[in-house]
């Protein structure tokens, strides 16, 4: 069905409604001159144009629609022209429009681009353009080019097709102008807002990183630290410690395209990379005058690299970086091109010039190859003449966490974030995840030119910062709530392994740790373990004598003087009669089968003795052997009808039921006892095994050794649990009440070592600082007088010791650390809004409408920060409450009633 003629709704000549505008809401039709008069005001909306059977694209421009650029006043101007043989493009939303550009002539005109810039038209070059973009357009694909990883050639090429998806050819190629106006814009945009369009010196005197987005977290003098805060007390002053963090990405790599003679950047080290020319001259002259350095760990990929691949293809094989390790955010003038992997003259200058930006007296310094880089990073600072001096700076070297493992064990003893004191969580891997975001843009950037790939990069780890900024608010509160319920566990858990440990190996170990943090270098590390000294022949032997121990007590103790004794008997006949299969030996079965009859006989006299005491007991015997239908019993499947096994209802003495509950008792201990010696003979066997065993056949034994092991964990654990549910049984009719509270439920995840996490420890969080430590090393002691001078127990009780010490503190560090930043962050958004306001009237000079322009986005961007520093106290109202409870429920105090948990849920 197609559409009559009919007249205009709007006109009063009876023009005939043909034409229909795609992007306006109206979607009646007008005729040409009603549809020129409503689009005065929208010259690059599409035009459809009915023609008897269906709609065809139409052209505003041909209707005679025609873009008017004014006086600078704003006036129209009696006096327009033309611009070149009327055939202007203009790039919008919309698509590529030709239009007609009438532009000011008048004797007080201004040149033409910024004619097209008072219209909102970005041009594309500064004299005579013939080409502009819409500031709509410009800044929809800054933003979506940060933000979906868009290439400015896809861009360009969807716009092309929405403006013509039929034709072959581009009649009116602006690609190469779309590019460069993208390059400009954003180049302008980072001037804007660092500030330099309200300097009178302009762009011109720009200081290197000026434009660089800042962390607000991060400690920065006169800006948003105490005005006190080089007096602090070392107890405080580590709350002043800059955290940074070193690596390379090898994927942001250039092909040898272009030069930096052809294609210059345009941020000169204003903003994240640094200044090149002096980067490159600084590789020139001392790549060739540093000494060679012996690689003393593993040999990581970053230094073989560094030493041996070349690559040859590219004029840039990736990208190094220092940035900000507590907030993930890029530091101003640390970001820079490597040419044959992570070389140490590339890291040394991009440290170096880090540093020289809101450095500050004590620095953390995490890099995933730490152990060599720092160890002649003074020698090398001597040759290079540096401007930053080390001398006054106390500078930690660590090992980002994930990376630790990898190293040999003395660098995970000495450069651990989880041993080293007034670092809190940080776990040094920021820079890692900040390459993720950055990464998609590696297909675009490896076939740009060496100034405008800088360029784009820098836009990109603007928008990365300003991303990271704008979430401060919810990041650092979620990570507040997370540290004190954290703090709070470790901190108990802690407590409550140090009360079953003696108090003079507590003292030692408490003296040695302290010495340690205070002066690392000349004190030994009370994390570092010796070799272990457990070998698979050794843990062999003393299982033969444990079993040979065994059998001696029950084959000639009498079997009424140990009432639990025959469980155990039990178990191990009903476990050997299950490894019987088809094909065992007549030996097998007649050894089994002896040990069946020598059973039953014991229990046929037991079961005499039994119904003196008990009466009744042969009968409920008979019966529940009924209830279960099973005929002819083996022996280990008669009920032993212990008085814990009784019904309280049948008559029994209290004195057996307490003569139960004392053996039961003590052997629910001597069961934890063997379970937790028997777990640590298997990390034993399991660091040996690691560090020793090569080889299928000597691995295949130390399997089997281990399996034996576990074995007895596994028997140790079941009977923990039988006797604990005796003892329940037993509680309800004696009335023993608070041994609950030692001889807990042991659950499959209590199970385990002292350096092992639980199951969801180990999948979710895989780190040392949110581990937990098994209730069956804090209930009981754990160190008995045959284990004084075992050296093994005690290395592991102090190793474990310390760092559940550690744990426990890096969650309190973490705690007064994020408070300390959250203070900054408030403190430097005033400071930021203060600046704005102090710099609204710096130019004096210029003329009145451009002195409006400069003060009213002085006043705008301070009213931005005034509404992030809001947003960021109001969501932080309750932090001070939050840890006041947390501190109150370590010292089993009332918390404060002046909030709810609904306040802090909020």
Known sequence: MGFTAQECPTCDT???????????????????????????????????????????????????????????????????????????VILDITGVHHVGLDYCDCPQKVHLPHQLMRARLFPATVTNPKTAATYHLMEHFHLLRTQSKISAYEFYQGIARQTDNVSPEDPADRYPAFLRMSRAWSHLKMLKRGGRGHDPSGASGTSPGECAVECPACPQPEKNLPADWKNAPKAKSWLYRLFVGLDANFRLKRKKVS???????????????????????????????????????????????????????????????????????????????????????????????????????????????????????????????????????????????????????????????????????????????????VNPFATSTKEMGPGHRRDVLDDVFGAYNWGKVRQLAPTLLKKVKTAVDKHVTHQQAFDDFTQVLPAESVQLWTTMVEKWEDDPEHNPNPFAATEPTVTMAAVRRALAEEEAALLHKLTNLPIYRHLTDGHFTRRRLRAD????????????????????????????????????????????????????????????????????????????????????????????????????????????????????????????????????VQHKVDEDADRYRRARAALLSLSCTLGKTGWEETLKVLGERDVRGMTAGTEEEEQEQQSEGNRTLSWIWRSTPIVGPEDAHNPDLQEGLRIEWCKSRARANRWDEEVDLLREEMR????????????????????????????????????????????????????????????????AELSGEDPPSSITESDISA
């Open 259 to 437: 030069n930096s003679t052809v294609d210059p950047g345009l941020n000169k080290g204003y903003a994240y990379f640094v200044e090149e020319t002096a980067y490159k001259a600084f590789l020139h002259e001392f790549d060739t005058k540093l000494p060679p350095e012996k690689n003393t760990c593993h040999n990581h990929d970053a230094v073989k690299l560094a030493n041996i691949k070349k690559v040859r293809e590219t004029d840039a094989s990736g990208v190094a970086t220092v940035e900000c390790t507590r907030h993930d955010m890029k530091r101003p003038c640390s970001v820079g091109d490597l040419q044959y992997g992570e070389r140490y003259v590339n890291m040394d200058y991009l440290y170096f010039s880090s540093l020289e930006h809101h450095s500050m007296p004590e620095i953390v310094t995490s890099y995933d190859i730490a152990c060599q880089w720092s160890r002649n990073l003074s020698t090398r600072h001597d040759i290079y003449n540096a401007p930053f001096d080390c001398s006054h700076h106390r500078i930690n070297f660590l090992i980002p966490k994930f990376h630790l493992p990898a190293h040999q064990s003395s660098c995970q003893y000495d450069y651990s974030f989880n041993n080293t004191p007034g670092v809190g969580r940080t776990d040094g891997e920021a820079v890692e995840r900040g390459w993720a975001a």
């Open 824 to 887: 900054r962050v408030v403190r430097y958004h005033s400071w930021k809004a203060r600046q704005w306001l102090d710099n609204a009237d710096a130019r004096p000079t210029l003329a009145a409408n451009a002195r409006e322009g400069l003060s009213a986005y002085a006043h705008r961007q301070a009213e931005i920060r005034t509404t992030m520093r809001s947003v960021c106290a109001h969501g932080w109202r309750y932090v001070d409450a939050l840890i006041s409870i947390g501190e």
């Open 14 to 88: 009876g023009g005939i409604a043909e034409y229909r505008c795609s992007d306006c809401a109206d979607l009646q039709l007008y005729c040409a001159e009603c549809t020129v008069r409503h689009h005065s005001r929208n010259p690059l909306h599409r035009l459809a144009m009915w023609v008897k059977t269906h709609f065809c694209r139409a052209d505003l421009k041909k209707l005679g629609v025609r873009i008017q650029l004014g006086h600078p006043t704003g006036e129209r101007c009696p006096n327009p022209k033309r611009a070149f043989n009327d055939d202007f």
């Open 577 to 708: 009669v299950k490894k019987l299969g088809d094909h065992s030996t007549d030996n097998q079965r007649a050894t089994v089968l002896e040990r069946a009859n020598a059973l039953r006989r014991k229990l046929e006299a037991w079961f005499k003795i039994q119904q003196v005491y008990i009466p009744g007991a042969e009968n409920l015997r008979t019966i529940q052997l009924k209830k279960a239908d099973i005929q002819n019993p083996a022996a280990f499947n008669l009920p032993l009808l212990l008085p814990s096994a009784i019904s309280s209802t049948l008559e029994l003495a209290t004195s057996l039921r307490d003569i139960e509950w004392r053996l039961r008792h003590a052997q629910a201990h001597d069961a934890l006892s063997d379970l937790r010696k028997h777990l640590r003979m298997r990390s034993h066997l399991y660091q040996f095994k690691d560090r020793f065993v090569r080889g299928q056949h000597a691995n295949t034994r130390a399997r089997s050794v281990i399996d034996n």
